[in-house]
Nanobody, 116 residues
């Protein structure tokens, strides 16, 4: 079955960096675009970044452009989110997502807290 497992979250000071990973299994990873979302309590989940199946095209939310970079390693079935110059407003649970056959699949999420 489809499984997505995020890791790499934690507590970081403003201006710091983190790299999130999402390990995928149960499907042909290289055949699908992948995306990262984030959610804070009381708000809807929002798209942070997305990447095509080959990694040749990416897009980002305006709030993270120039600070976050999405990438993937199809040999390792993993998608990454490099987050630099982190701000307190980046605090959220981060999820990776894939759409297969019109159905959304999510990981369990990883908490990112940006605080001094």
């Amino acid at each position: 079955q489809v499984q997505l497992v995020e890791s790499g979250g934690g507590l970081v000071q403003p201006g710091g960096s983190l790299r999130l990973s999402c390990a995928a299994s149960g499907f042909t990873f290289s055949s699908y675009s992948m995306s990262w979302y984030r959610q804070v309590p009381g708000k809807a989940r929002e798209l942070v970044a997305a990447i095509t199946k080959t990694g040749g095209s990416t897009n980002y939310a305006d709030s993270v452009k120039g600070r976050f970079t999405i990438s993937r390693d199809n040999a390792k079935n993993t998608v990454y989110l490099q987050m630099n110059s982190l701000k307190p407003e980046d605090t959220a649970v981060y999820y990776c997502k894939i759409i297969i056959g019109g159905r959304n699949y999510w990981g369990q999420g990883t908490q990112v807290t940006v605080s001094s």
